[in-house]
């Protein structure tokens, strides 16, 4: 199959295209790097031994995105470009609607156009907002708390309306929990920015000394150890319910939403031991207040996925820590080389 894969230059995006070109596929990514680096796409080379069709482009400028449809012959799309910082979307909720509803609804017009059918969407467990249960079931009620989260549940009422419209279509968005954990290479992994949001990228940047400690915000829920309690999904254990997924939507039509995680809570502090004991390495912390916005607890019911997919996570935690350990400590600076070999990227104005 030839799948277009949007933000496959991501965090997520690099290792769902690298299982999907050892299942036997053809990718052609397309990603405009505003957050990501063009020597993961190098990396990515390395390890799948194949050359890899990445395209720079913009998916919210809708004639640079129709000219990748006109050029290449494609099956399906798994998108994940957007945007994803929760603090940020608050600050600038008018960025978040364009970039992850108005581009995904232009993404899936051409998609009509051009006569794909088959998309699967990178949607979130915050469109769970505050859980009234845990593990967290599909058909739990949806309420986010913030615009990313609004934008995410917004695309997904979208695209079930859409599919109900238009019957040959096979839509399955994926509501991820938490993505920890890095390529067992160690050449991909989380390359953030900036000071990084998450947990794990955090811990490993403590680790290596570029931060000083770790924040901890809360040890006073009703927890085992008053910290939150998150679902922490290997990145590769991710990426390969992508394939699944994708598998499952041949010869089917309408809109179908599967949980990805690994139904298993952890603590902060339960990772940060964990982390210690993979790495040998003492992790600085400090508590503070709670964060706004955080739940206590939070982990998906991943039955329907392995009943409908037949996909279950198999990587342990431990994994998780050694695996985002071993990325962190080959690459301390992350990718560090921020340019792609001259001839490597193709630009719209190559098509
Ligand atoms: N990482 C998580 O914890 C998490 C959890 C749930 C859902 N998600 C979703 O998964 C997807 C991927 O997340 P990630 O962690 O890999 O993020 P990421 O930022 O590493 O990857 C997104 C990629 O999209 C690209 N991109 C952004 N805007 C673009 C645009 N307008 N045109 C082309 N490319 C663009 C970025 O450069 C980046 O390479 C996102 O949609 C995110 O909302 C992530």
Same mark, same amino acid.
């Given at each position: ?61 809708? +004639? ?96 079930? +309306? ?190």
């Amino acid at each position: 199959m030839n799948i277009l894969v949007t933000g496959g230059a991501g965090y997520i995006g690099s290792h769902i295209c690298i299982e999907l070109i050892q299942a036997g596929h053809e990718i052609i990514i397309v990603d405009n790097f505003i957050n990501s680096n063009m020597e993961v796409i190098n990396r990515m080379q390395a390890i799948t031994k194949k050359k890899i069709t990445c395209l720079s482009v913009d998916i919210s400028l809708k +004639e640079d995105l129709e000219k990748v449809f006109q050029n290449y012959s494609i099956d399906s799309v798994i998108h994940l470009a957007g945007s994803k910082s929760v603090p940020e979307s608050l600050l600038n909720p008018i960025k978040y609607y364009l970039q992850n509803l108005v581009s995904t609804i232009q993404l899936v017009e051409l998609m009509n156009k051009y006569k794909v059918r088959q998309f699967v969407f990178s949607s979130s467990a915050t469109v769970y907002g505050t859980p009234e249960q845990c593990p967290i079931p599909e058909t739990a009620s949806l309420n986010t708390t913030n615009p990313y989260g609004t934008t995410k549940l917004a695309v997904e009422k979208f695209l079930y +309306e859409f599919a109900q419209s238009n019957q040959s279509f096979s839509i399955v968005s994926l509501r991820y929990f938490n993505p920890i954990g890095a390529h067992e290479s160690g050449m991909i992994g989380e390359d953030p920015f900036s000071i990084p949001n998450n947990l794990m990228p955090y811990i490993t940047q403590v680790a290596t000394g570029k931060l000083p400690y770790l924040n901890i915000y809360g040890n006073d829920y009703p927890t085992l150890d008053g910290t939150g309690i998150r679902d922490y999904i290997h990145v590769v254990d991710l990426a390969k319910g992508h394939v699944k997924a994708l598998e499952s939507l041949k010869g089917k039509n309408g809109w179908k939403v599967f949980n990805l995680g690994t139904g298993e809570g952890y603590s902060v502090l339960q990772v940060v031991k964990t982390f210690e004991y993979v790495s040998g390495i003492p992790i600085k912390y400090h508590i503070s207040d709670r964060r706004e916005g955080d739940v206590a607890i939070s982990y998906a019911d991943a039955t329907k996925a392995k009943q409908q997919l037949d996909w279950v996570a198999e990587k342990t935690l431990e994994d998780m820590c050694r695996d985002a350990w071993r990325w962190q400590r080959n690459n301390p600076n992350g990718y560090k080389v921020r340019n792609l070999e001259e001839n490597q990227l193709l630009y719209i104005t190559d098509l």
